[in-house]
């Protein structure tokens, strides 16, 4: 019952709560639960809504970072060979593939009926485990025995903004807490310096759902994600306004200190205490922000093995940010970059744009995990990388080849704590219209990284609008095969 | 230990429920039911075990399902766990072993045990069957209009409401707090009734007015100031999600900022609430609706928009209708009838029918209909909207679409006579023209003719015809006629369909899974409407029938909850079962009552409550209080509420002497950090409108102002009855290097420079101190502030050329720069206060 935790968190942190303040009408029940509270739930230790908190069991991976690919590759030039598709390239779609599906854009395929489209790239085999990789992504293909690939994944939506919070929240309507959220929320943070949950972004186009799709719902701000901007002050307001030197600004945050300290005692609210602990953490944070960001720190052949330059901004040079954060704490990285709707049209689409967005990501996805597993941190960190759908086996009726949205199959892949690596999950049939074995969903995925994290996705809850919520809504099963 | 030898001793109730299983049911097994038992058994056993599909003949739905039980018999016995189905099959002691996705948390099995024990209580309406009344539940009753307990004379209490407050604190032993200083009295009904900051002035003569009378001159000057309506009303478009941005991924600008001002107007004029429902319901349904009345519909015009390609219109309309009734079912209603979309309500009397009954009411706006998935398309998508342009900029547009109606027509001929030329253009051209060209059109020039798509010809067609210089010429006179379109004001507001829409109840909520057909109604469980074919209209005064009792509870209890941090009942968007009860049911129904019995005056309800000693009281913390009553429910004191995200806004601007006054008008785009906008304009306003109240900023919603926020700022993207009051590290970085915060405190500089001309450094610390927080600094606290402003004057007088860099505001010619810059610094402590962040 977390519902007893927000009790004892709202006794001592009044409005600590918002929308879920639990008042005196359910004490007497509270107390009823509450050893069973003390089982089923983290213990929050009040007032530090970070404060680090064990898990439910013990846990495999102690922090996460995730590469979302936004706009959703297409598995069938990235990670799922069909030579089917090939031999069948430019032919009608069979009738019983098409009949009682919805598609996005479904009115285009009214006038003109979309042809089979064979896979735009060559595929090969590698490693010893044999997973056949397209040939844009070299890095990746070299590090495939590091890797678990899903290939059964289905989702609901195939609307880019609805998929994405779906995969980051677990719903497709807005509200839900995202699942960095819920991460913080259950186990705390381990970072003095810097926050529990940071979010990257990169790729020139629109993420589409923005800040939705890492705030934290109906949970307390305290656990939304805190996004790094692309500028040279990632972090907002890090920077002392020009002209006050470091000595006149420790001397602003000390006066500030001591005149809430004198208030606090005054009027005895500690929530001016926890306001004295968030100034504290800001002036550090003034001093552990730049040193995390400056990748100048770095050797040469670590940046070269990202593709990453000092003071620019890339996808490169976020996932090194992130191993820098998960290094010093940080328990839950989320990186989108953006670029993968490839339809078809000049901005978007499988002839040059995939190839540029490949180059982009490639590389440096293949160094988070390389460089993870030669500082040892591989073991207890998960890695996760994919996006919120899939793509048709049809082409588009376009200027240039490009695919539609499909929600009926896509891949991702998994490495580090926990995974059992060297292995496919599910099977897609031959064109790579449907799933043929071990459908996966959505809320496996988040039930999954819970778990991995040791924390039990139907016990990791939060009382709003009169009933227990979680990540996983009402479904979610681990993903036993994937598991080590 | 197991939790069971916990329960005995703290609940008495249920044991006595055990005693005769069956029922009727206490409260307090219904309520242990509700809580510890219903969300397992909707969440882990209704998936399969539900009314429709029966799963091995069991549905867990109702009492009476457990009681039937399934192919293997009865689920449940009452009173007797140890012979009941469902027990063993959780506990995994028999050959039968739920839920199939894995053991239930142990807590879940011994609260199900400990259910079937006291003999399965289960609510009354619930067991019965949907459609019928939950008569035991309180808020569905009718408001009575309790009389105020009688104390004795010369008490503490004052008004009606005290006397509710003080019956309740004597019940639990508990004493109130003696009455706020005048300067904190001031600051607290300036903050809460105004948004901004007292004048050291105003806050003086308070201070020394010793008219009886004094505190209530004050409530009125204040309740008059139309800065009011600015505050209150920004209470008001929380409910709304007003937003100047569509939502979804394109999330486009939209124009809907005179509804926002229509709020503060209706708010400053005291515009009775049912009315104010009413028009913003259903105002253009009202008969000869003024144009005031059809822009107060944008209320529900605020819903998201979605344009992003590929989209299916019809069913982000059916979502925006899905909105309509939750927002209006919790703003109102206090009830979440959005639960019932997909299936009957599980905790309230509400059904999957009703719910789309409901919507039956909202499902007849003349929008989205049509095909939106081109240019043309995408302009008519806000439709309808209310223009407000001068007869000449209707002219003027008139005369300038004609003219591009022309021109177009021209331009259309034109190219038509040009397409002969484009076989000879093709085969004309040379390697390095083709390189020139863009790769989808070089892919289609390697393809024969005879093969190429339709789509794919066109590409090739408009590659032509862009080389041409006539058709650019033509191109370019066309976008320039094109800017000299007038911009005239819009704003989105409601219409009705001639002929109505047909509603049916969506499968699964599937808006292309369409049930039986329904026809506009209200929920069984509330009053009846007894109108044969009601309309939206039907449905607003509806709402604010006097034979409503939810309506009113639900207003007073939201207002409530802005000046104590907490409502009445604590669960402000939900009066349902699982909602909390209210601490105080008979002060709450006194002021439902006392506010439809006003004429539901607005600012009459603010006056009962600002007048009233409980609101008066102290905030201090008290030790005695905070065993008894930790979260203060009881109101033996005042909560210290940290101001919302604007407010913090708009009092570091009251106390900058910045603030610019303007009420209404376009939204405005204050200084934020760089980078935050990747994709959104953002033209940093200048002038006045940089220094705008926090209400005024504009809100993209998927990128907005970080400031907002980073404070707490609902997202705008459905209701919000509560805003969250976090703490973070981020919100500190904002106040100390922000470049508008540092703007502020140079502002804050610049008057204290005015304003204490010649005085000494304590003086003018003093004058800081009475400007920010309404009050004198004690002696440690004016030595801490004197300190620091000699400290940062030392430095700045030794590196000058930091103090002016330091100073990005304009500042006069004779000032002294390194102590403008000190003062900043100072300035800036005192916008980083709790305090001054804090309503007291």
Redesign the interface.
């Known amino acids: 019952m977390t519902h007893r935790q927000q009790q004892l968190l709202g006794a001592t942190r009044r409005h600590f709560l918002g929308d879920c303040f639990v008042g005196l009408g359910s004490v007497a029940l509270g107390g009823l639960l509450a050893e069973s509270a003390a089982q089923a739930a983290p213990s929050v230790q009040p007032p530090n809504p970070l404060a680090p908190r064990p898990p439910h069991f013990t846990a495999k991976a102690k922090r996460v970072v995730y590469l979302f690919m936004s706009g959703a590759p297409s598995q069938f030039e990235t990670w799922l060979w069909r030579p089917k598709l090939r031999e069948l390239d430019g032919q009608e779609t069979p009738d019983s593939f098409l009949d009682g599906k919805r598609f996005a854009f479904m009115e285009r395929f009214t006038e003109q009926r979309p042809k089979l489209l064979g896979p735009q790239r060559d595929f090969r085999q590698h490693g010893q485990s044999g997973a056949w990789v397209s040939d844009v992504f070299p890095h990746m293909a070299s590090i495939v025995d590091e890797m678990a690939f899903v290939h059964s994944l289905h989702t609901e939506n195939f609307n880019h903004a609805p998929a994405k919070l779906f995969f980051n929240t677990g719903s497709t309507r807005y509200g839900r807490p995202s699942m960095g959220s819920w991460i913080t929320y259950g186990l705390g943070s381990e970072a003095s310096d810097l926050p529990a949950f940071v979010v990257l972004r990169s790729g020139e186009q629109n993420l589409m759902g923005g800040a939705n799709i890492w705030g934290s719902g109906f949970l307390p701000t305290a656990y939304q994600g805190v996004e790094f901007l692309r500028t040279s002050d990632p972090i907002p307001n890090l920077s002392t306004p020009r002209g006050f030197s470091r000595r006149q600004q420790r001397a602003r945050v000390e006066a500030v200190r001591e005149l809430n300290q004198a208030r606090l005692e005054a009027v005895g609210d500690p929530e001016i205490a926890t306001r004295i602990a968030a100034y504290e953490l800001a002036y550090r944070m003034q001093s552990s922000g730049p040193e995390l960001m400056d990748l100048a720190s770095e050797s040469q052949s670590t940046l070269d093995l990202y593709g990453a330059v000092p003071g620019e901004s890339s996808f490169a040079n976020n996932c090194l940010v992130a191993r820098r954060l998960l290094e010093r704490g940080t328990r839950f990285v989320q990186l989108y970059h953006t670029g993968w709707d490839h339809h078809g049209n000049r901005v978007n689409n499988l002839a040059d744009k995939l190839d540029e967005v490949a180059l982009e990501v490639d590389r440096a996805s293949a160094a988070l995990v390389t460089d993870l597993r030669q500082r040892g941190l591989l073991e207890d960190t998960l890695v996760v990388w994919g996006g919120e759908f899939g793509r048709t086996p049809m082409g588009e009726i376009q200027e240039l080849p490009g695919r539609n949205h499909h929600i009926e199959n896509f891949p991702m892949w998994f490495a580090g704590a926990g995974i059992k690596a060297g292995q496919t999950v599910g099977e897609v049939d031959d064109l790579g219209f449907f799933i043929t074995k071990d459908p996966v969903e959505v809320h496996d995925v988040q039930a999954t990284i819970l778990h991995l994290l040791g924390l039990d996705h139907t016990r990791l809850t939060f009382r709003h609008q009169g009933r227990e919520f979680r990540l996983t809504d009402i479904g979610g099963r681990v993903i036993r095969q994937l598991l080590a | 230990?197991s939790?069971r030898l916990?329960?005995w001793p703290?609940?008495p109730a249920?044991a006595m429920a055990q005693a005769t299983p069956g029922p009727p049911f206490s409260p307090e097994g219904i309520?242990?039911f509700e809580?510890?038992v219903r969300?397992t058994l909707?969440?882990?056993c209704s998936?399969c075990h539900n009314d429709r599909l029966r799963t091995s003949g069991l549905s867990v739905a109702s009492r009476q399902g457990l009681l039937e039980g399934g192919n293997r018999g009865p689920a449940i016995a009452p009173g007797n766990p140890g012979g009941s189905l469902l027990l063993s099959a959780v506990r995994h002691a028999g050959a039968l072993q739920m839920p199939a996705?894995?053991k239930l948390?142990?807590?879940a099995v011994?609260?199900i045990e400990r259910w079937i024990e006291i003999g399965a209580p289960w609510p009354e309406a619930a067991a019965e069957g949907r459609g019928r009344p939950a008569r035991q539940h309180w808020a569905f009753e009718a408001i009575s209009r309790p009389e105020p307990p009688r104390l004795a004379e010369g008490e503490w209490a004052e008004s009606p409401i005290d006397r509710f407050v003080l019956a309740r604190l004597r019940s639990a032993g508990l004493r109130p707090s003696p009455p706020a200083s005048r300067e904190t009295l001031i600051r607290r009904l300036y903050l809460d009734l105004a948004g901004v900051l007292p004048t050291p002035g105003e806050v003086s003569a308070f201070a020394e007015d010793g008219r009886p009378d004094a505190y209530q001159r004050l409530v009125e000057r204040v309740l008059a100031s139309p800065h009011y309506g600015e505050r209150w009303g920004r209470h008001w478009l929380d409910m709304a999600r007003y937003a100047d941005s569509n939502g979804?991924?394109?999330?486009g600008e939209r124009q809907i900022w005179m509804y926002r001002d229509w709020v503060i107007d209706a708010l400053n004029r005291d515009l009775p609430f049912d009315r104010f429902v009413v028009e913003q319901l259903a105002g253009d349904l009202l008969p000869n609706p003024s144009r005031q009345q059809l822009v107060a519909t944008g209320f529900h015009r605020n819903t998201l928009l979605?344009l992003?390609?590929?989209?299916?219109f019809e069913q982000y309309r059916v979502e925006s209708v899905v909105d309509r009734v939750d927002v209006t079912g919790i703003a109102f209603l206090g009830l979440?009838l959005g639960c019932a979309r997909c299936h009957d309500h599980?905790?309230d009397p509400i059904s999957q029918r009703e719910f789309y009954e409901f919507f039956a009411f909202f499902n007849n706006i003349d929008e989205l209909s049509g095909?939106f998935?081109n240019q043309e398309g995408r302009a008519r998508a806000f439709e309808p909207v209310l223009e407000f342009g001068t007869e000449d900029q209707y002219r003027r547009r008139d005369a300038i679409r004609a003219q591009l109606e022309v021109m177009k027509r021209e331009q259309a001929a034109y190219q038509e006579s040009l397409l002969e030329r484009q076989p000879e253009w093709e085969s004309g051209l040379s390697p390095d023209q083709i390189a020139a060209l863009?790769?989808?059109?070089r892919?289609?020039l390697r393809t024969a003719p005879e093969e190429r798509?339709?789509?794919?010809a066109g590409?090739l067609r408009n590659a032509f015809l862009a080389q041409d210089l006539g058709v650019q010429e033509r191109r370019k006179a066309i976008a320039a006629v094109t800017a000299l379109l007038p911009e005239i004001p819009r704003t989105l507001v409601m219409r009705e369909l001639p002929v109505a829409r047909p509603t049916h109840v969506l499968v699964q909520g599937d808006f292309?899974r369409k049930g039986e057909p329904v026809r506009p109604a209200t929920p069984a469980v509330l009053p009846p409407m007894e109108i044969d074919n009601p309309t939206r209209l039907d449905l607003a005064r509806w709402l604010v029938d006097r034979r409503n009792p939810l309506t009113p509870r639900v207003t007073v209890n939201r207002v409530w909850q802005r000046y104590f941090?907490?409502g009445i009942v604590?669960?402000?968007?939900?009066f349902?079962?699982?909602?909390?009860?209210p601490?105080h049911p008979g002060l709450l129904d006194w002021l439902a009552a006392d506010f439809v019995d006003s004429g539901w005056s607005m600012k009459r309800l603010h006056r009962r409550i600002v007048t009233s000693a409980t609101y008066r009281q102290q905030?201090?913390?008290r030790d005695d209080l905070a065993e008894a009553?930790?979260?203060?429910?009881l109101l033996g004191r005042q909560?210290?509420?940290?101001v919302e995200s604007e407010i913090v806004r708009d009092l570091a601007l009251s106390a900058s002497g910045l603030l610019a006054g303007r009420i209404g008008g376009p939204s405005v785009f204050p200084a934020q950090?760089?980078?935050?906008m990747?994709?959104k304009p953002w033209p940093e306003s200048k002038g006045a409108n940089r220094y705008r109240r926090g209400m005024y900023t504009h809100f993209w919603?998927?990128?907005?102002h970080?400031g907002l926020?980073l404070f707490?700022s609902p997202?705008a993207?459905?209701i919000?009855?509560?805003?969250?009051?976090?703490?973070?590290?981020?919100?500190?970085?904002?106040l100390?290097?922000?470049?508008g915060f540092?703007e502020f405190a140079q502002g804050l500089a610049l008057r204290l420079r005015a304003e204490t001309q010649g005085r000494d450094i304590a003086d003018r610390a003093t004058h800081a101190f009475r400007i920010c927080l309404g009050r004198d600094p004690?002696a440690?606290?004016l030595q801490?502030?004197v300190s620091?402003a000699a400290?940062?004057l030392d430095?700045f007088t030794t590196?000058p050329e930091?103090?002016?860099?330091?100073?990005?505001l304009s500042v006069p010619d004779d000032a002294d720069r390194p102590e403008l810059?000190a003062w900043t610094?100072v300035g800036?402590?005192l916008l980083?206060?709790?305090?001054f962040i804090t309503r007291?």
């Open positions: 230990m939790a916990l329960i703290l609940f249920l309520q242990f809580t510890a969300p909707h969440s882990q998936q996705g894995g948390a142990e807590t011994v609260a979804y991924n394109a999330d979605n992003e390609g590929g989209v299916d979440s599980k905790f095909d998935n863009p790769l989808g059109v892919r289609i798509l339709t789509q794919r590409v292309l941090g907490a604590a669960t402000s968007n939900d349902g079962s699982q909602g909390e009860a601490s905030s201090l913390h009553d930790p979260q203060n429910r909560n210290r509420l940290r950090p760089p980078g935050v990747i994709r919603r998927t990128s907005p970080p926020m707490d997202d993207l459905t919000a009855t509560r805003r969250g009051r976090s703490t973070t590290p981020l919100q500190a970085l904002t100390l290097n922000d470049t540092h004690s440690p606290e801490g502030l620091l400290g940062q430095e590196h930091r103090a002016g860099k330091a100073l990005t810059a610094a800036s402590v980083n206060l709790d305090e007291e």
